[in-house]
């Protein structure tokens, strides 16, 4: 018997969610709690995780042109041959935007 009702089609109820914000927690990572996970690696450099750790944020906060604003800034100091660091990031990059439930890096 048939109740004539396409389980599979069944709409789910839109549940928002709330965006990350100041107001939620900030994952830190230890150098010990890192080095345990083995060959596990992030595809960054200390120098982004300086830039993330002294805007307190986590690289799953970032917008898709966050990261490559702090790579870009990292690549041209290595090009003119002196050290990247945050201060210097800072100066260029000093306010730091949330649009759309991420943030970014605006001069």
């Known amino acids: 018997m048939s109740t004539g ?58 917008n898709a042109l966050g990261l490559p604003r702090i790579t870009h800034f990292e690549f041209i100091c290595k090009a003119i041959r002196i050290e990247s660091t945050f201060e210097m990031f800072n100066v260029f990059f000093y306010f730091v935007s949330y649009t759309g439930g991420f943030y970014s890096f605006n001069s």
């Open 5 to 62: 009702v396409n389980h599979s089609t069944k709409k789910r109820k839109y549940k928002p969610r709330n965006p990350p914000g100041l107001d939620r927690a900030v994952i830190s990572w230890k150098e010990e709690e890192f080095q345990n996970l083995g060959n596990f690696r992030l595809p960054m450099t200390k120098f982004t995780g300086e830039v993330l750790t002294d805007y307190v944020l986590h690289i799953s906060q970032i």
